[in-house]
């Protein structure tokens, strides 16, 4: 695990990918807290937060495109797998890599809390229930992303697909609270099947109650869930890919 | 060193590998010849552990590769078709990294700078891999083959794409490093396994159809000896008197070299001794012979020889399971046959050329080479 987490730092930094990411994220962060906190004179950072989400979504989903798609395409997944590394070595060498650079993406955003202190006064607790809650939501949109980038050879279709996937997670959140409130005569036990098994995708939903700066147990065991089930995920594809 | 017993793969319906077992003894060099497409790559990639079989066991230095994978890919040093190189490392990260992959317990810095002086890497040693030409690709995946001294070497297809003077090269490498490992080398280079190999295996459509010393396969191919003679007399009777013994089957005359005689490429039966009657009726006529040689086949026409006998004895197979229209089909299968001696005729020959074109390239560049020496 411990060379492939180094070889993946390296090769994220030294191709322009890494770089990409943090500047893209960080670049669309600044016109977000411009229009978000700056525009308005406040020091509230909620709906700052808040915005981030999309952002996330499209540095994440370019973030891991690459990870087993591009491996298959040009072989050396030959070289790991007839190594002496287990595959769930693999797929972990793989995420903290990712996980490292997603982070000093939000490392670098700490500028901003930075000038909310000098011009006024922020609420450290949703800043830091803020900062650990977009941590887990990263992970587990990694998760996600490497488990799809495991699926295909192409890097472009496990981009394209990638956001597709967090757009729909994003929008099964709106869907739940669309058949709970608005559908009226819908059979009740067909309505509760469905709005579960929607809020288990609804990635973003749990993430509002660190926005607001309180520590959701729930929440945090979601999140710790979603990335242990889809990096599973992907150590049974490459693992099935044996034996097809 | 290496057990490989009723090995199957299959992909979908289509059986890539089909019930093949061998042995490998230490410090052999295997050759796995066949046509493209033959199951070369994909048992490699069974042995290696790349891909699993859908039934049968590999062994390799007693450790079986499903209940022991570490163990075994700890012994392997595996070199794939496509050499697995990452292109946005130099040669050293990239090195490196195998290093810390395999978990290597020898130190670092030196056993790295004696694997790159073994495969001559020492001057791209900090050069982008991207930038390489595909010669010093090959070299860099074989250096990273070599990371960790593993017992057993696996190489498929290790000199393709590559100039004829690195193709002398990494044979010679590949020798070198036989003498102390188990090496299996996969080509459909027939000079390459007869240069390289101790024992050649050959596979078609996933089965093996032969196995023995480059010199056993041709030689136990066909019951057909050839010769070359060249007889004091004119091309005619010479020919007849030829044809009149028993157990010749064909005789076709040559280009004549020298005046007042003639050439002539026999092809007589194996088990009646020919020379003996030949020798007796021509002097019976007053004929002397000046030469006669008996040429062994070359691996090139055993190979050809090989794969169409095995063709046929699956089309017999086919025959006899549906059993209708014999004759008809039969005969279709003799006109094939013929076909096929035809066009194997044609290849031979063609084969013949390429291969003095070969080794004319090989001369001509080892005298450049000692040209450059001198200079």
Redesign the interface.
């Known amino acids: 695990m ?3 987490f ?2 993946e730092i ?2 994220l930094f ?2 322009p990918i890494g770089w990409v990411v943090i500047a893209l994220y960080n670049c669309l962060a600044g016109i977000m807290f411009v229009f978000t906190v700056l525009n308005n004179q406040t020091s509230d950072v909620k709906s700052f937060f808040g915005s981030l989400i999309l952002i996330i979504l499209m540095s994440v989903s370019v973030l891991s495109m690459k990870f087993f798609s591009e491996e298959r395409k ?13 595959l769930s070595g693999i797929v972990l060498g793989k995420f903290f890599a990712a996980m490292i650079v997603y982070m000093s993406a939000l490392l670098v955003s700490i500028i901003y809390i930075i000038i909310i202190a000098i011009l006024g006064t922020p609420e450290m607790g949703v800043v830091f229930g803020n900062y650990l809650g977009l941590t887990l939501v990263g992970g587990a949109l990694i998760a996600v992303g490497l488990f799809i980038s495991s699926l295909t050879q192409s890097q472009v279709i496990s981009a394209v697909l990638t956001f597709s996937i967090f757009i729909v997670m994003l929008l099964s959140g709106a869907l739940v609270d669309m058949i709970k409130n608005l559908i009226v005569g819908m059979n009740e036990t067909l309505k509760t099947i469905i709005t579960s098994i929607a809020d288990t995708f609804a990635i973003y939903d749990k993430f509002t109650q660190f926005t607001s700066g309180m520590l959701d147990i729930s929440a945090i065991v979601y999140y710790l869930s979603m990335i242990a089930i889809f990096l599973f995920l992907t150590v049974r594809v490459l693992e099935k890919r ?3 | 060193m290496i057990e490989v017993s009723h090995l199957i793969k299959k992909f979908g319906s289509k059986k890539a590998v089909d019930d093949i077992s061998f042995t490998v003894n230490e410090g052999e060099i295997l050759g796995f010849l066949g046509p493209n497409g033959a199951g070369k790559s994909t048992t490699m990639n069974i042995i290696t552990g790349y891909l699993s079989a859908s039934s049968g066991s590999v062994k390799i230095g007693g450790y079986d590769i499903l209940d022991n994978p570490m163990e075994v890919k700890k012994q392997i040093g595996y070199l794939p078709e496509q050499p697995p190189l990452y292109l946005d490392l130099t040669v050293k990260e990239y090195l490196e990294f195998v290093f810390d992959l395999k978990k290597c317990k020898y130190e670092k810095k030196p056993h790295l700078a004696e694997i790159c002086e073994v495969v001559n890497i020492d001057g791209v040693y900090k050069r982008l891999i991207n930038n390489l030409s595909k010669g010093y690709r090959q070299r860099v995946g074989l250096a990273g083959a070599l990371i960790g001294a593993p017992a057993v070497l696996i190489l498929d297809e290790p000199t393709i794409g590559l100039d004829p003077k690195e193709i002398i090269e990494i044979r010679n490498l590949i020798k070198r490093l036989g003498k102390k490992r188990t090496v299996i080398l996969s080509s459909h280079i027939l000079t390459e396994v007869q240069a390289v190999c101790d024992r050649v295996i050959v596979i078609n459509e996933g089965r093996i159809i032969a196995d023995g010393t480059p010199n056993d396969l041709s030689k136990n191919v066909d019951d057909v000896i050839r010769f070359s003679i060249r007889i004091e007399a004119p091309q005619d009777i010479a020919m007849d008197i030829i044809m009149g013994i028993e157990g010749v089957k064909t005789c076709n005359p040559l280009a004549i070299v020298e005046e007042g005689t003639c050439d002539f490429i026999i092809d007589a039966e194996a088990s009646i001794d020919i020379r003996k009657p030949l020798t007796i009726a021509l002097a019976k006529e007053g004929y002397i012979i000046l030469a006669l040689k008996t040429l062994d086949m070359s691996l090139e026409e055993a190979f050809i020889k090989l794969i169409e006998l095995d063709k046929t004895n699956n089309e017999e197979n086919v025959l006899e399971e549906n059993e209708t229209c014999v004759s008809e089909i039969s005969e279709e299968i003799e006109q094939e046959n013929n076909e096929i001696i035809e066009q194997e005729n044609i290849e031979i020959d063609q084969q013949d050329n390429n291969e003095i074109k070969e080794q004319d390239d090989i001369e001509t560049i080892e005298e450049n080479k000692n040209d450059g020496g001198e200079n």
Do not use: E, M, N, Y
Request: no cysteine.
């Open positions: 411990g060379a492939i180094k070889k390296k090769t030294l191709t040009t072989k050396t997944d030959q070289l790991l797998l007839t190594s002496p590394v287990s044996r034996w097809s």
